[in-house]
């Protein structure tokens, strides 16, 4: 990614086997804010308990390139820091992502 002037991002979600993939935004500049405003259901059918308790929900930011995407920020969150939230939910919250 070195060298280029924009990106052209999308968010992956794993958690427990599970995955799904925002859409891509295009051409974003180092100066852009960009805010997805989506909302990703991952099926976690047939897990049990103490599963769900060690999981943990992995969202990566990459560059969509011609082959295979760049890894621009990572964050992990676990599910049971979800859940004691109230509503188990998190919403609207700034995370700062690294890159791994």
């Not at 989506?38 to 390139?65: P, Q, R, V, Y």
């Not at 760049?70 to 964050?75: L, T």
């Amino acid at each position: 990614m070195s060298g280029e002037d924009t990106v052209d991002p999308y968010v992956e979600v794993k958690c427990a086997g599970a995955s799904k993939s925002t859409d891509c935004k295009k051409k974003i500049t180092m100066d852009s804010k960009i805010v997805y405003n989506t909302h990703l259901f991952l099926e976690l059918k047939k897990k049990d308990t103490e599963e769900l308790n060690n999981a943990s929900i992995e969202i990566m930011c990459h560059h969509k390139g011609f082959f295979k995407g760049d890894m621009i920020g990572k964050i992990d969150v676990t599910l049971s820091k979800i859940y004691n939230k109230k509503g188990h939910v998190m919403l609207h919250q700034k995370m700062g992502m690294t890159n791994p």
